[in-house]
């Protein structure tokens, strides 16, 4: 399941993964990350649903940036590598 889920998200996880093995790689910047990515997401459809309920259309921007956010961290926190781990949150 996880290779497949790979496959269908490897435009999105391709810029962030890298060969080299991360140096300051630690398992919670993974758990971190999943954390930071779904409360984004939360905060993406609360935006976008207070956007519809005031009627005004162009709240849904940042709706939209947040969720684009939170699923980014999300998807390289779950199926990434380390290294790509590492690249999102900028260790060398």
């Known amino acids: 399941m996880k290779t497949l ?48 309920f005031v009627g005004e259309l162009v709240g849904l921007l940042p709706a939209v940036v947040f969720f684009v956010v939170g699923l980014t961290a999300v998807v390289v926190g779950a199926l990434g590598s380390n290294g790509a781990v590492a690249k999102i949150w900028g260790n060398k």
């Open 5 to 52: 889920l790979i496959k269908i998200f490897w435009p999105l996880l391709k810029p962030f993964e890298t060969d080299k093995e991360p140096a300051g790689y630690k398992k919670s910047h993974r758990m971190v990350l999943v954390i930071m990515g779904s409360l984004f997401g939360l905060l993406g459809a609360g935006s976008g649903a207070a956007a519809v």
